[in-house]
């Protein structure tokens, strides 16, 4: 005689299902995660080499690194002032935004370049203008004048501030010499590609949402003592001015040492 037995699962077998697939999905979001900032950090690394290649082409150009910030005179007069990011915009195939900038200012500039924001900043990612790179501004003036700068590779220079030019051809050692970093959380409220008025004199505030600073050590200025602020988990990606990018490790300081500075 048979036994009519119940075919589905009881409540504890059901139960045990569950948690194994709940051990399952918390051993397995750690790595899918994992393959997402992999995955962010590439795109990031390949902004970078876009971008390092657009300021090389700039140098090739025009003899000279761009300026961190400088201004242009408008078809109506008017002179505005813009940053390095939006002068090397023809070398990332955006001749087309330079063209509208320098006969309407930044009033019809597109909201959003992608090339320039790290797709890791959040904040950055939820603005206008964002831009998650600072060029290498060098240290303080060895004169021990700790507020102005005007001494790096990236230099400030408009119809009030004067200063020479600085080429790669300039430099030595160019595997060490930083270009740009990603900077994504100190002045996270104005860093971007636009710049809000011209500057009359080359400070630390005049600099610090669009470049970095280098420890001075003879005073001490202004000292980056550890990575700077990224949106990477452990690390900061960087380009050299010999057009490679790196991925340097939090624990690494930032000196005159590892990321060298013109001259």
């Not at 761009?66 to 990332?92: F, K, N, Q």
């Not at 700077?228 to 340097?248: C, Q, V, Y």
Request: proline content about 6%; overall charge positive.
């Amino acid at each position: 005689m048979k036994t009519n037995r119940p075919t589905g699962f009881t409540l504890v077998e059901l139960l045990i299902v569950i948690v194994i697939i709940g051990m399952l999905v918390g051993m397995l979001l750690p790595a899918v995660n994992m393959v997402r900032e992999n995955a962010r950090q590439t795109v990031c690394l390949n902004n970078q080499q876009n971008v390092g290649k657009a300021i090389i082409g700039y140098d090739l150009d025009k003899k000279r690194l761009p300026w961190a910030i400088s201004e242009v005179r408008l078809p109506s007069g008017t002179t505005v002032p813009y940053t390095w990011a939006l002068a090397i915009l023809p070398g990332l195939g955006r001749q087309d935004v330079w063209n509208d900038f320098a006969k309407n200012g930044v009033a019809n500039l597109p909201k959003r370049i992608d090339v320039l924001v790290c797709p890791n900043d959040l904040l950055k990612n939820s603005r206008d203008n964002a831009l998650s790179f600072g060029v290498n501004c060098g240290p303080p003036n060895d004169t021990g004048d700790k507020t102005t700068i005007n001494t790096g590779q990236f230099r400030v220079k408009n119809s009030s501030i004067t200063t020479t030019k600085v080429s790669l051809a300039d430099l030595s050692s160019t595997n060490r010499i930083a270009l740009f970093s990603e900077r994504t959380t100190t002045a996270s409220s104005q860093q971007q590609f636009t710049y809000p008025s011209s500057p009359t004199s080359v400070t630390a505030t005049v600099l610090d949402p669009i470049g970095f600073l280098l420890k001075n050590s003879t005073y001490g200025a202004m000292e980056i003592s550890a990575a700077l602020p990224s949106a990477h988990p452990g690390i900061t990606i960087m380009t050299f001015a010999d057009g490679h990018t790196e991925k340097m490790t939090n624990s690494q300081s930032f000196n005159d040492a590892n990321i060298q500075r013109y001259p």
